[in-house]
């Protein structure tokens, strides 16, 4: 196993544990999260800070999670329960992502055609 696949990995499992802990917030496909849902996260789940760094890290950066991010869906807790909306500022950061991880995509696809 390389050194960048086995964090992948990890985080894989610890989302796997939260999605068997905690599936009313963490489903597929994924729905927008509460804000302050890492704090909810360190006092409810057996992770510690920094596996539920990895975990969140990896679940919020995915597209399938940055694409729920559109002004006023609904965000939901730990349990599953509608808790608030997502921000005209949430949703414009998370386009912005998007659009980031989009280039980076074309780059590098770019890239490799030119070497290869």
């Given at each position: 196993?390389s050194?960048?696949?086995?964090?992948?990995?990890?985080?894989a499992?610890?989302?796997?544990?939260?999605?068997a802990d905690?599936p009313?917030?963490?489903?597929?496909?994924p729905?927008?999260?509460r804000l302050g849902i890492?704090?909810?996260?360190?006092f409810e789940?057996?992770?510690?800070?920094?596996?539920?760094d990895?975990?969140?890290t990896k679940?919020?950066?995915?597209t399938?999670?940055?694409?729920?991010q559109?002004?006023?869906?609904?965000?939901?807790?730990?349990?599953g329960?509608?808790?608030?909306?997502?921000?005209?500022?949430?949703?414009y950061?998370?386009?912005?992502?998007?659009?980031?991880?989009?280039y980076?995509?074309?780059?590098?696809?770019?890239?490799?055609?030119?070497?290869?």
């Amino acid at each position: 196993m390389s050194a960048n696949s086995k964090p992948q990995a990890d985080a894989a499992g610890l989302i796997a544990q939260l999605t068997a802990d905690f599936p009313g917030a963490f489903s597929d496909p994924p729905r927008p999260l509460r804000l302050g849902i890492r704090q909810d996260l360190q006092f409810e789940s057996k992770l510690t800070d920094e596996e539920i760094d990895r975990a969140m890290t990896k679940w919020t950066q995915r597209t399938s999670y940055l694409r729920t991010q559109t002004v006023g869906a609904i965000r939901y807790d730990l349990r599953g329960r509608p808790c608030g909306t997502v921000s005209e500022e949430n949703a414009y950061f998370a386009s912005q992502r998007l659009a980031q991880m989009q280039y980076e995509k074309f780059r590098a696809t770019l890239i490799g055609d030119l070497r290869g």
